[in-house]
């Protein structure tokens, strides 16, 4: 009866761990679909933005350490902090000036070319994210705090306890995200739905000529949703950072987005909600069930191999379309 | 078994021979659709045959199921004497049955030498260790079967192309180079998928010349499907013609014309 | 008009489809091995060994099997580092079991056994395509790496949990080791590296390189025209491994000696291997080893010119090595899809007319 009760507790841990790579797939699935980019760099994106964030909150000099070594100066911080909300706005502006720059610098040049060259673009892209982030900001590990409340719920803990006579441990940063990723989908659904820009999205998801030729631009919509997709990035930064520190392991969540699409199909937004929760569920029951036995640790490969099997089987995901080969 | 069929003799003073490929009560469905309905004719060696139809007819789902491509739900598919059962389409290609494709379908990364050697695949027999050492067999079959292609590339007028990468040929070349590919497989039946599509005057000609050589030459079966009535009728021996998924004729070309289904469906009469 | 091939005449099918047509080119090749295997042996320190040549020989053979899969044969792969670390444990573990069986047949073993394990992780590929198979194949990176951290058998139950190679020696000459002299390393390396080039050349300009090629650039015609595509793909998984389980056990075995699996095969091993082709030229042999070449030196020099000349710290080098791979890359893509190989060609086609373009 204990394991039953402990593994309905990791069970719920492992929802709300899904609801984080959610969050991270939903940029991916956003990018994919108005430009065909498979887009590695959506995780390293994150880390960028929660970077950022910090940096302009704790008022750090920008590129400090590389100014001090090419100009033996002893820069770090300005002195000042700012505000969380204003921080925010800032970071989400920076955001926008990198989805610009990635349009014109990287994505107009390899226009029609094969999707596997864009995702391998991408790979660089992200390499070049991770250098800029940290010799812009520096790569301790830094602390993140916007004023999302942390620590263990206390009211689920009682509550629970008084139902099963154990009490739940839920963060309540967890139920925050929860509840901040469930807002954010239903504002890109109605988005996507209820907006001209948003028809614009969806018609040049579905085909860029067609697009182009009854006047959408093709380059404000990526720059659009390179931009939503960095928005998307810093929510993801900022749950995941607050959780555990801004680090470079923060772009591997972005790695983890990966299997979440593969289960749920690169095109599907509910897809990408559904696949995060299964795989995060699947991962957090697996190495409770199965982990001990192996050795643990089995979070590093579960979530890849879950979606392997599951794509010899079903190579369109869960909610992917259906390719149809013709000759 | 598949009864013998007697030859017959041409205008021109061809001898066709016997059946190389029979196809009965072929129906192919997609979903509730259905493409083709209850078809049945046959190919003769050393003949050239057409499928024609307007747009829609089915006479791609025609060639595909002949090429093995699709499998069609009901009818059986005869190919010199043997029944023969679903198969991979690469197997389809070890019997005997080379193809070319409307929307031209090349390795765009290789040379047109390249492209062509690929058609004599299941000629080359070399192992693994012998094509890794390059020596033996390997070498050996490399270069007969390159003299082999060569005789291919003299034949179409292609010389001069021939270590060029074939993504950046003209069109009017790729369906050429494409045609010496399945060429170079020897194949006993060569199906043709719309050579002509999208071709000028002057390159159809070009290309009507070499479907003639082929047959002539190598006496290769031919079947190819085509939309351009005109050029058809010059070129093959017997024709079935398709609409709306059925036949609706089946004969030489003269009998064909005179056929009042056929005239009535080019002319577009309003099926009831 | 120095390079040139007018007046170079074919006359038999066998010398047009030699590996270099070209008299000049041939000249050249003969001219580098006789430097690789006459001098370079004779000359080389243990900077130069351990700093350039040796890794630049071993990532080559890496570059060489990745680019058959994905070059060649158009499978994307991102567990390279997971292979290399078959090969690395698998000779480690031969090493171990059969101290008195030759380490040049381990090497050639744990490149075997590698491949069997290549052709496990490349079954996949007959469902699934593109950056889907890319995605899957961190699978294979991400498992193995796990299996060999997870099971002591691998390690020999070292209470590091790493492995660390034994001497053994190849004609009296010690070859893994701490006691390894910067020629045998070089030399162990260079053989290795010479003959596995010719097998990935022959293989490719043969039937099997073109079926690969076939599936590469169109799998349905491919099919339809007779190429069986699981023999196709999984052969072309087996020699893929087999040369990056090599390279594995070399980078293991010979270079570093020692080796934490999460470590020395991570996630950035597979990349760092990838990069390399894209930098050099997918479906090139001359493209994997200029690929392995940029990417093994650009960070010395980098390291040399920051860190050496400039006084910059250690770690700010490092992170702007990032962007400027990070930048290559994307250049690359969008200025030469096909890489330095294809540079190298147009220069030389400049170079056929010069010094008369017109």
């Known amino acids: 009866m204990d394991q039953v009760i402990f593994g309905a507790e990791v069970f719920l841990n492992g929802l709300m761990t899904g609801v984080m790579y959610s969050l991270v797939a939903l940029g991916f699935v956003l990018i994919f679909k108005a430009s065909g980019v498979f887009n590695y760099a959506q995780g390293v994106l994150a880390l960028f933005a929660a970077l950022t964030l910090v940096g302009i909150q704790d008022g750090q000099v920008p590129f400090a350490h590389l100014i001090n070594a090419a100009f033996g100066t002893s820069l770090h911080h300005f002195g000042w902090t700012v505000p969380s909300i204003l921080a925010i706005a800032l970071t989400v502006l920076v955001m926008v000036l990198l989805a610009f720059l990635i349009e014109k610098l990287v994505l107009q040049h390899l226009v029609g070319q094969e999707p596997i060259i864009l995702f391998m673009a991408t790979i660089g892209l992200a390499y070049f994210l991770e250098g800029l982030g940290d010799v812009m900001w520096g790569a301790d590990i830094k602390t993140l705090d916007v004023g999302l409340p942390q620590g263990i719920s206390d009211g689920i803990e009682t509550l629970t306890a008084g139902w099963f006579g154990y009490g739940f441990f839920i963060d309540r940063l967890d139920i925050w995200a929860t509840v901040i990723a469930a807002l954010l989908v239903a504002a890109l659904v109605a988005f996507s739905q209820y907006t001209k820009q948003g028809r614009a999205m969806r018609a040049v998801a579905d085909d860029h000529q067609a697009a182009l030729s009854v006047g959408i631009s093709l380059r404000f919509i990526w720059v659009m949703v390179w931009s939503i997709a960095g928005f998307v990035a810093l929510v993801a930064g900022i749950m995941w950072g607050t959780k555990s520190g801004v680090q470079f392991s923060l772009s591997l969540i972005a790695l983890k987005a990966l299997p979440v699409l593969m289960l749920g199909g690169f095109t599907s937004i509910p897809g990408a909600i559904v696949g995060g929760l299964i795989i995060g569920v699947g991962e957090k029951m697996f190495e409770f069930l199965i982990g001990p036995m192996v050795g643990g640790a089995t979070e590093t490969w579960f979530a890849y191999v879950l979606a392997l099997v599951f794509l010899v089987f079903r190579p369109q995901g869960l909610f992917g379309e259906r390719i149809i080969e013709r000759v | ?272 | 008009m120095i390079y040139r091939e007018a007046g170079d005449f074919k006359t038999s099918y066998r010398d047009d489809s030699q590996t270099f047509p070209i008299r000049l080119d041939r000249w050249g090749y003969y001219a580098i091995l006789a430097v690789a295997f006459g001098i370079i042996p004779f000359v080389i320190n243990d900077y130069w060994a351990n700093a350039v040549l040796v890794p630049f020989l071993i990532y080559a053979i890496a570059a060489l099997g990745l680019n058959i899969l994905t070059g060649y044969a158009g499978q994307v792969s991102l567990g390279t580092g997971g292979f290399m670390a078959v090969g690395a444990y698998a000779v480690y573990k031969l090493m171990t079991a059969f101290p008195d069986v030759s380490i040049l047949i381990h090497i050639l073993l744990a490149g075997g056994i590698t491949a069997a394990v290549g052709v496990l992780f490349g079954l996949p590929s007959l469902r699934i395509k593109g950056f889907y198979l890319a995605v899957a194949t961190l699978a294979a990176q991400f498992f193995l790496v796990w299996l060999f951290n997870k099971v002591p058998w691998f390690y020999n139950y070292s209470a590091s949990g790493q492995i660390t190679a034994p001497e053994r020696t190849v004609l009296g000459h010690a070859v893994t080791g701490p006691a390894t002299s910067a020629p045998a390393k070089y030399l162990v390396c260079l053989v290795m590296a010479f003959l596995l080039a010719w097998l990935a050349r022959n293989l490719t300009r043969g039937m099997l390189g073109r079926k690969w090629m076939a599936i590469r650039d169109m799998d349905i015609a491919a099919e339809i025209i007779g190429v069986d595509p699981l023999r196709a793909k999984l052969s072309a998984f087996a020699v893929s491994s087999f040369f990056i389980g090599i390279a594995g056990a070399l980078l293991f075995a010979v270079y570093l000696g020692a080796a934490e699996v999460g470590e020395a095969f991570g996630i950035n091993k597979s990349f760092l291997v990838l990069f390399m082709i894209i930098i050099g030229g997918l479906g090139s042999i001359f493209g994997s080893f200029a690929g392995a070449a940029f990417m093994v030196l650009m960070p010395v020099l980098l390291k040399n010119v920051l860190v050496g000349t400039l006084n910059w710290p250690t770690d700010l080098a490092a992170h702007i090595e990032l962007m400027i791979v990070g930048a290559l890359i994307v250049t690359f893509l969008i200025v030469e899809p096909h890489g330095l190989a294809r540079l190298w060609r147009l220069t030389k086609e400049k170079l056929r007319l010069w010094p008369f373009p017109h």
Not at chain 2, 173 to 193: G, I, M, N, T, W
Request: overall charge negative; charged content about 25%; glycine content about 10%.
């Open chain 2, 1 to 272: 078994m598949m009864q013998a069929h007697e030859g017959y003799v041409t205008d021109d003073g061809r001898q066709i021979g016997g059946t190389v490929m029979e196809l009965k009560n072929i129906t192919l469905r997609f979903g509730g659709v259905v493409a083709i309905k209850d078809i049945s004719f046959d190919i003769r060696q050393g003949e050239i045959r057409a499928i024609i139809g307007p747009n829609g007819a089915g006479k791609s789902s025609m060639l595909n199921v002949i090429s093995g491509f699709y499998n069609p739900q009901e009818g059986e598919v005869w190919f010199k004497g043997y029944r023969r059962g679903p198969m991979k389409p690469y197997q389809v290609a070890r019997l005997g049955i080379a193809r070319t494709f409307q929307n031209i379908a090349l390795f765009d990364g290789m040379s047109v030498l390249d492209n062509i050697m690929t058609g004599r695949l299941n000629k080359m027999k070399a192992g693994f260790l012998s094509q890794a050492m390059w020596w033996g067999a390997a070498e050996r079959e490399e270069n007969e079967n390159r003299e082999a292609v060569e005789k291919i590339i003299d034949f179409l007028e292609i010389q001069n192309i021939r270590k060029t990468p074939v993504g950046r040929l003209p069109y009017g070349l790729k369906k050429r180079v494409e045609l010496a590919r399945a060429l170079a497989a020897e194949p006993q039946l060569l199906l043709l998928d719309e050579p002509m599509a999208g071709m000028n005057v002057e390159e159809k000609e070009d290309m009507s010349r070499f479907i003639l050589d082929v047959n002539d030459e190598f006496g290769t079966t031919i079947c190819l499907i085509e939309h351009d009535m005109g050029v058809v009728m010059d070129l093959s021996d017997r024709v079935v013609v398709m609409d709306y998924g059925r036949k609706i004729g089946d004969g030489t070309p003269d009998q064909v014309r005179s056929n009042q289904d056929v005239i009535d469906a080019y002319l577009g009469v309003a099926h009831d």
